[in-house]
């Protein structure tokens, strides 16, 4: 388990070891989720990374565009 301290600014610093082991990229983005014990930093996939995600899908089933409310 890796820690770290809040600054007088609100910022933290990601450990290297931690940053790595994701593959967290300087600019990338993170969402920040708010739970009962405290916080989540996910990070935000590339389009890149979602693109062909879906391959395969089977689309059969669904409505029309005229159909949708």
Request: hydrophobic share 40%; aromatic share 2%; net charge positive.
């Amino acid at each position: 388990m890796a820690q770290t301290t809040v600054s007088s600014k609100y910022q933290v610093v990601i450990p290297k070891d931690v940053r790595e082991r994701i593959g967290l990229k300087p600019g990338q983005k993170l969402s920040v989720i708010a739970t009962a014990s405290g916080i989540q930093l996910v990070r935000v996939p590339t389009l890149e990374e979602l693109r062909g995600i879906a391959r395969g899908a089977n689309a059969g089933g669904l409505r029309e565009k005229e159909d949708r409310l």
